[in-house]
């Protein structure tokens, strides 16, 4: 099968950018520094004082160590280590008896922990560090250590699910933006002002790797393509569990909707009609794998640090409309630090909603996934996050990308976005709060 002239240009500019990034993680600390600490949020300044890091050691290493910061920790840890590794910090509590029994399908026997409490690792999903631990095996034979080895192996994890969502977000793009509005929304997918993380130890370059790629499949009606990634997706971070939506309106859409309404008028003729339910059922996939991890040990344990660690929840609305609103007032108040960030913060979150409502009547199946990634976002109780988390949302770059083909916005937005992750990323490389 011959390479496509649009691949050829979207691996060229991945690859760039790719070196780019790789290059101003090693460039920026040597002609530049932050002076600390971050006073941007109410608990930031005693977690960005120096040596706030030590004792950390998946932070600590001197390799790449630019590319790791904050939750970078939880994924190299169960990566090398797993869930129960030492060096993870850990809350009070426990479930069940002392044995773990009850935990169907996964059973932690505490009692062989040797440790009180819940690590703080649950909070953080599998599948990110399974694929880190997997591409960590050929790049051992490097001889580096395991830290070393894993933080290259997930920075190589996250860029190259980045290029998977590039391929995707083309094709999504394509029938209605054409190929130069395509790839200007390609474009402005490595520019946004929170991209810097899809070259860090996170989840979004997978994440949108796999769902923006089940959504690709899905509009061109390959479900079991579709259905697959929707639940790696959702193995990846909790939002995925959105991408049932989508998948689930597709089934209805398709002609065994009406097949299912005449299998109904002659049920006493022709009996249940199982395939028909078994399709339905095979649709919200991402919801009944979500549902057995949920019920697991890990899922209570999720939960637990959740809400009793990170302060999170499913549709804190009282929390999340208290917290939303300090955040917009620290924009107008007397502490710099807080009114920078909630600035940026306030962009994501107003170019999330606008895109999402606007994408509506030309793609709707991609904008309720946007409008779910958004609002389950925002109200999950902190008020921080929602530039980063709105890169889950499509909608949000053929949005830009259809603004962009004003030549003024296009260089006006390409200069404020780049400025923008510059700053953010920077923040990120010198262990500040860069959200």
Not at 146 to 168: C, D, K, N, Q, Y
Not at 282 to 288: D, E, G, M, R
Request: a neutral charge.
């Amino acid at each position: 099968m011959s390479i496509k002239p649009h691949h050829k240009t979207i691996l060229g500019i991945w690859l760039g950018w790719a070196l780019v990034m790789l290059a101003y993680h090693n460039f920026l600390p040597a002609r530049f520094t932050i002076q600390p600490p971050d006073r941007a949020l109410e608990w930031t300044a005693t977690e960005t004082m120096p040596g706030s890091q030590n004792g950390k050691i998946y932070l600590n290493e001197p390799f790449m160590n630019r590319h790791v910061s904050w939750d970078s920790e939880y994924y190299l840890a169960i990566a090398i280590g797993g869930y129960e590794d030492s060096n993870i910090g850990r809350i009070p509590g426990e479930f069940g008896s002392a044995t773990g029994s009850g935990y169907w399908p996964f059973v932690i026997p505490q009692e062989s922990l040797g440790m009180p409490g819940i690590s703080k690792s649950y909070a953080f999903f599998p599948f990110y560090p399974m694929v880190i631990r997997l591409m960590s095996f050929p790049l051992s034979l490097l001889g580096m250590n395991p830290i070393a080895t894993a933080t290259l192996a997930g920075v190589l994890v996250s860029m190259l699910g980045t290029l998977a969502a590039m391929f995707a977000l083309y094709e999504l793009a394509l029938p209605e933006l054409g190929e130069d509005g395509a790839l200007r929304s390609v474009f402005y997918l490595l520019i946004f002002p929170s991209s810097f993380f899809f070259a860090e130890i996170y989840t979004e370059g997978l994440f949108i790797g796999l769902a923006f790629s089940s959504l690709m499949f899905l509009q061109r009606k390959q479900f079991g393509w579709a259905i697959l990634l929707a639940v790696l997706a959702t193995f990846t971070r909790a939002v995925g569990v959105a991408l049932s939506i989508p998948l689930f309106i597709a089934w209805v859409r398709t002609s065994e909707w009406m097949e299912l309404d005449m299998e109904w008028k002659q049920l006493y003729y022709r009996g249940i009609p199982w395939k028909i339910i078994f399709n339905a059922l095979v649709a919200i996939a991402p919801i009944l794998a979500f549902f057995l991890w949920r019920v697991s040990y890990y899922g209570m344990a999720f939960s637990r640090v959740e809400e009793e660690f990170f302060g999170r929840g499913l549709l804190s609305l009282g929390v999340s409309f208290i917290t939303w609103s300090e955040g917009f007032k620290a924009m107008f108040g007397s502490n710099p630090h807080a009114a920078a960030y909630y600035m940026v913060e306030w962009l994501g979150i107003i170019v999330g909603v606008s895109a999402c409502i606007a994408g509506f009547k030309r793609h709707p199946e991609l904008a309720i996934f946007g409008t779910l990634v958004v609002f389950l976002s925002l109200t999950s109780g902190p008020a921080q996050g929602m530039y980063r988390y709105v890169l889950a949302a499509p909608p949000v770059f053929l949005f830009l990308s259809r603004l962009g083909k004003n030549p003024i916005f296009d260089r006006t937005w390409t200069i404020l976005s780049t400025l923008l992750m510059g700053i953010m990323c920077a923040m990120y490389m010198f262990d500040m709060w860069a959200g």
